[in-house]
């Protein structure tokens, strides 16, 4: 939800319809970062639907993706870093290999659809 480099920091919750960009900390760790210059990290639970653009030129050609791509925020179970994203493909990454300067803008955050089928339960 927020890579444990990131703890450091104060933090908030995602929001749903809001736009962020990849940023890297002063802990080197790159994560989410509101739009105009706020530095808080945004912390994503899993499995929330998010869109990125702007995905770097070298990165489109290595996984094969687009630009634009929608994705589902996931925790990596390998690596040195967990917060990561899985494309449509089925293939996962670290927020560290898709660098700074991405937008990524949460279509369907994960605590919200919990919570409608908690409300649907009760009806």
Same mark, same amino acid.
């Given at each position: 939800?927020?890579?444990f480099s990131?703890e450091?920091y104060r933090?908030?919750l995602?929001?749903? *319809?809001? #736009?962020y960009?990849t =940023?890297r900390?002063?802990s *080197? #760790?790159? @994560?989410?970062a509101p739009? @105009? *210059?706020?530095?808080t990290?945004?912390?994503v639970?899993?499995?929330t639907q998010l !869109? +990125?653009?702007? !995905? =770097?030129q070298?990165? /489109?050609d290595? +996984?094969?993706?687009? =630009?634009?791509e929608?994705?589902?925020?996931?925790? +990596?179970? /390998?690596g040195p870093?967990?917060?990561g $994203?899985?494309?449509?493909s @089925? /293939?996962?990454i670290?927020?560290q290999r898709?660098?700074?300067? $991405?937008r990524? #803008?949460?279509t369907?955050?994960?605590e919200?659809? =919990?919570r409608?089928?908690?409300?649907?339960?009760?009806?």
């Amino acid at each position: 939800m927020c890579d444990f480099s990131l703890e450091m920091y104060r933090t908030r919750l995602a929001r749903e *319809g809001e #736009t962020y960009k990849t =940023a890297r900390f002063p802990s *080197g #760790t790159i @994560g989410l970062a509101p739009m @105009g *210059g706020d530095a808080t990290p945004v912390c994503v639970p899993y499995d929330t639907q998010l !869109i +990125l653009e702007d !995905i =770097a030129q070298d990165l /489109q050609d290595s +996984l094969p993706v687009r =630009a634009r791509e929608e994705v589902s925020f996931v925790r +990596l179970e /390998q690596g040195p870093y967990r917060d990561g $994203v899985r494309f449509k493909s @089925g /293939q996962e990454i670290s927020l560290q290999r898709l660098g700074p300067g $991405v937008r990524a #803008t949460v279509t369907v955050l994960l605590e919200n659809v =919990a919570r409608a089928a908690r409300a649907a339960a009760l009806i």
